[in-house]
């Protein structure tokens, strides 16, 4: 399993930003993803990226708001978090898909982003 390691969570005042990094151990996926979980919630998707190629999905509660993108060489996703709502609060999450069709097969262990009002 690929090793996943996030970073750049932390406390944010509403309205403000954050940027968060995902590095992988290894380049054996194909796509590499942010979800998020808040408390008493189940986990959500954000945005996914391909690796090759550098396509972009985002769930529509985040778009125009956050931006996925990634250094290829090194392993590296981030995800830019701007306009910030108290909302977004929660452990974000990267993951990591093997095969297109398959489905996320490795997590990181989360880092926390709290917005407050």
């Known amino acids: 399993q690929v090793q996943l390691v996030e970073s750049g969570g932390g406390l944010v005042q509403a309205g403000g930003s954050l940027r968060l990094s995902c590095a992988a151990s290894?380049?054996?996926?194909?796509?590499m993803g942010w979800f998020r979980q808040a408390p008493g919630k189940e986990r959500e998707f954000v945005a996914s990226i391909r690796w090759s190629g550098g396509r972009q999905y985002y769930a529509d509660y985040v778009k125009g708001r956050f931006t996925i993108s990634r250094d290829y060489t090194q392993n590296t996703a981030f995800l830019e978090m701007n306009s910030l709502k108290v909302e977004d609060t929660a452990i974000y999450y990267c993951?990591?898909?093997?095969?297109?069709?398959?489905?996320?097969?490795?997590w990181g262990m989360g880092t926390q982003v709290t917005v407050s009002a």
């Open positions: 290894e380049r054996t996926f194909v796509t």
């Open positions: 993951a990591t898909k093997s095969g297109i069709m398959s489905a996320y097969d490795s």
